[in-house]
């Protein structure tokens, strides 16, 4: 299986700030990684694919990045919509793993 | 619109059988592969196996290989997740996702079906 290694755990932040979630892969699964976006009570919500394609209607202020094996999440004016839950997904073969998440709180 | 409708929550022993379900709209459902994905209480995110509705195909992870069994039914565009004897281990929440055409990606998710087991 290919492990997938989510930093940090948690994160505070207040609005305004400019964060970043790093997942690192055990191996190299070229661009194959997705983020998604939880909030308590609720699925998962795909925000990017192809490691830095943003999905329809996700704000611009959200953006990924890969370099090597190590992929980051960066939300740039961190918005009061944006305190939730963030996964990592490769996806590089058919037996797909998540990252342990990132929850981003209110400083 | 895409729609993934999940059946409601359930409570059962431990040992007892369970089927849940998930139902897609709003898209050619022999087109797109359906994972399921479990969360434990206060956990994160976790594979448990596909289907191709079209061939009813299935991948399992090792994890959960022999201990869920998934399914779909072309006619009324459902997928199943069972279990033929639950585990206490078992209680969580259960997502049904659609794979992005032709990859591996979860573009649209279902509610969620919440699965409690206890004696």
């Known amino acids: 299986d290919i492990h997938m290694t989510q930093s940090p755990s948690t994160l505070s932040a207040s609005v305004g700030d400019k964060v970043t979630i790093t997942c690192r892969a055990s191996?190299?699964?070229?661009?194959?990684l997705a983020w998604y976006q939880q909030k308590p009570g609720r699925a998962p919500k795909l925000l990017i694919s192809d490691a830095s394609s943003l999905e329809s209607g996700v704000p611009s202020r959200i953006s990924g990045s890969r370099s090597g094996t190590e992929f980051n999440l960066t939300i740039s004016n961190l918005q009061p919509d944006d305190y939730a839950t963030y996964y990592c997904q490769q996806y590089d073969t058919y037996l797909i793993t998540f990252g342990g998440g990132t929850k981003v709180e209110i400083k | 619109e895409v729609q993934l409708v999940q059946s409601g929550a359930e409570g059962r022993r431990p040992g007892e059988s369970l089927r849940i379900s998930c139902t897609a709209s709003g898209y050619t459902f022999t087109s797109h592969y359906i994972t399921w994905v479990r969360q434990m209480p206060g956990k994160g995110l976790e594979w448990l196996g596909r289907?191709?509705?079209?061939?009813?195909?299935?991948d399992y992870s090792p994890s959960f290989r022999g201990h869920v069994t998934l399914s779909a039914d072309k006619s009324t565009n459902t997928a199943f997740l069972q279990w033929s004897s639950l585990r206490a281990s078992d209680n969580a929440i259960y997502y049904c996702?659609?794979?992005?055409?032709?990859?591996?990606?979860?573009?649209?998710w279902g509610q969620g079906s919440l699965v409690t087991v206890s004696s």
């Open positions: 996702a659609r794979h992005s055409h032709g990859g591996n990606f979860l573009d649209h």
């Open positions: 289907i191709d509705p079209a061939e009813s195909y299935t």
């Open positions: 191996e190299d699964i070229d661009d194959w």
